[in-house]
C-alpha cells in the first residue's frame, strides 16, 4: 500500500519551454503532497507544500510564480515548471501523507529527472 | 529553527559487519521519527519508522529512539553492499500538517 506515482520519470526539453510533473497517490487520499529539488550529490530541499483545494505554501527562495503547483483532487498534485532555463535541471520528488493518519509517513514517488538545455 | 543532525559520512563498513546510524534532532515536542534509505539517483524509500523510546526491531534493521537525548540511531546488522546508500532520519516536527525535517544524510559503503 501507500504507493505514489511519479509522471515523467525523465524530461529533457529546451529552454523556455514548461514542464509539468504530475504526482499521483495510487491507493490512498493525499489532503497534504510535497514538492522537493535534489542537485546532484546534495540534500533533499523543501519546494513546497501543497494542498488539496487551497493554495500551495512555497518556502523562503522558491519562486511560485516560476514553480507553479495544483492539488485539485485528494489524489493528484502537479508541478508546472515555467519558461525553465537550465539551472532549473534538477531531480524533482515528490510525496504526499496519507489523509487521517496522523503521523505516517510520507511517502515519495520515484522522482523525474529534468535537463534543459 | 527545527533541525535534524546526521554525520554526512562516509561510514565504511565491511561486509557482515554492523553498521550504525545516529541522527539528533532539536524539536522537544516531536513524537514520529523515520529512517529513509536512498541510492544514488533514486527518490527516498522508507525503511523504518519509531514512535516510542527504546528499540524496534524489523529483520536485519533496528532503530532506537531516546526522546529524553532527542537521539535516534539505526542500526544494520550483516551488511550486504546492496546496503550501500544514502542513509537520512527524518522527524516531523510537533506542529500538524508539517513537511518532514530531514537530515543531510549519512552515506554507508559496505565492502565485500
Known amino acids: 500500500g501507500a504507493v505514489v506515482s511519479q509522471h515523467p520519470s525523465w524530461v529533457i526539453c529546451k529552454s523556455g519551454t514548461s514542464v509539468k510533473i504530475e504526482c499521483r497517490s495510487l491507493?490512498?487520499?493525499?489532503?497534504?503532497m510535497f514538492w522537493y529539488r535534489q542537485f546532484p550529490k546534495q540534500s533533499l530541499m523543501l519546494m513546497a507544500t501543497s494542498n488539496e483545494g487551497s493554495k500551495a505554501t512555497y518556502e523562503q527562495g522558491v519562486e511560485k510564480d516560476k514553480f507553479l503547483i495544483n492539488h485539485a483532487s485528494l489524489t493528484l498534485s502537479t508541478l508546472t515548471v515555467t519558461s525553465a532555463h537550465p539551472e532549473d535541471s534538477s531531480f524533482y520528488i515528490c510525496s504526499a501523507r496519507p489523509r487521517y493518519m496522523g503521523n505516517q509517513p510520507q511517502h515519495f514517488g520515484d522522482g523525474t529527472r529534468l535537463s534543459i538545455l | 529553527q527545527k533541525e535534524v543532525e546526521q554525520n554526512s559520512g562516509p561510514l565504511s563498513v565491511p561486509e557482515g559487519a554492523i553498521a550504525s546510524l545516529n541522527c539528533t534532532y532539536s524539536d522537544r515536542g516531536s513524537q514520529s521519527f523515520f529512517w529513509y534509505r536512498q541510492y544514488s539517483g533514486k527518490s527516498p524509500e522508507l525503511i523504518m519508522s519509531?514512535?516510542?523510546?527504546g528499540d524496534k526491531e524489523d529483520g536485519r534493521f533496528t532503530a532506537q529512539l531516546n526522546k529524553a537525548s532527542q537521539y535516534v540511531s539505526l542500526l544494520i546488522r550483516d551488511s550486504q553492499p546492496s546496503d550501500s546508500a544514502t542513509y537520512l532520519c527524518a522527524v516531523y516536527p510537533n506542529q500538524a500538517g508539517t513537511a518532514l525535517i530531514f537530515g543531510k544524510g549519512t552515506t554507508l559503503s559496505v565492502s565485500s
Open positions: 491507493d490512498f487520499q493525499a489532503t497534504t
Open positions: 519509531i514512535y516510542s523510546n
